[in-house]
């Protein structure tokens, strides 16, 4: 059965992500939040709390690790799942 996401959403590397609280400014939502967690470098990552998210794109533009932050839009299918 295929998965079509109803919203967008914002996915974060917990060990990509150095906890610069950037992508926690940039969003006009707040719906990401730095976690009490320590990722394997020793930093409080980045996370989404699970709904809100707007798609904007916003955490993706202003975060400077690369590959950390990516966002899925509304009606995203995985790939394992196109045909
Ligand atoms: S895409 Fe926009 S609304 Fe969604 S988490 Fe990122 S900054 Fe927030
Ligand atoms: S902007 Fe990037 S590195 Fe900074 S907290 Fe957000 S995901 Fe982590």
């Known amino acids: 059965m295929s998965e079509h996401r109803e919203y967008p959403f914002p996915e974060i590397d917990p ?3 150095k906890g ?9 939502t707040d719906v990401l939040v730095i976690s009490p967690k320590l990722n ?3 930093f409080h990552y980045s996370e989404y709390v699970g709904q809100g998210c707007i798609g904007c ?19 995203y ?3 394992e799942e196109v045909s």
Not at 20 to 28: D, E, N
Not at 57 to 75: H, I, Q, W
């Open 15 to 17: 060990d990509i992500c």
């Open 20 to 28: 610069c609280r950037l992508c926690v400014a940039a969003c006009p």
């Open 40 to 42: 394997s470098k020793g």
């Open 57 to 75: 794109g916003n955490c993706f533009y202003v975060c400077p690790e690369p590959s950390a932050v990516t966002v899925y839009l509304k009606g």
């Open 77 to 79: 299918v995985p790939e």
